[in-house]
């Protein structure tokens, strides 16, 4: 059972930056290909980037593509998501989640997920 919690959301201007960070525990980190979700309110929850297992590989949604950045530490087992020139469109509940599946894009690929963490972004 992997337990993960994300941290590192906020209110921020449009244009500004936010780091939000996951950490694992429970399991064996360098076995999940970690991913990135978001869900604003009546909205469906919808990617926004993926890493593989040994951060060999990024995998991002075209509406954040340039402007978001997944990494993680094995080492730490962390999942981080460096957000820049943040718009107000990304305003969202931010999950991370974990998978043993290659279907990066679907929700329904992964085990476990977070709680989330707030981002809104002011105009």
């Known amino acids: 059972q992997v337990q993960l919690v994300e941290s590192g959301g906020g209110l921020v201007q449009a244009g500004g930056s936010l780091r939000l960070s996951c950490a694992a525990s429970?399991?064996?980190?360098?076995?999940?290909?970690m991913g990135w979700f978001r869900q604003a309110p009546g909205k469906e929850r919808e990617f926004v980037a993926a890493?593989?297992?040994?951060?060999?590989?990024?995998y991002y949604a075209d509406s954040v593509k340039g402007r978001f950045t997944i990494s993680r530490d094995n080492a730490k087992n962390t999942v981080s998501l460096q957000m820049n020139s943040l718009k107000p469109e990304d305003t969202a509940a931010y999950y991370c989640?974990?998978?043993?599946?290659?279907?990066?894009?679907?929700?329904?690929?992964?085990?476990?997920w977070g709680q989330g963490t707030q981002v809104t972004v002011s105009s």
């Open positions: 989640a974990a998978t043993t599946g290659l279907r990066y894009l679907d929700t329904r690929e992964y085990n476990y």
């Open positions: 429970g399991g064996t980190f360098s076995n999940y290909r």
């Open positions: 890493i593989s297992r040994s951060a060999g590989a990024t």
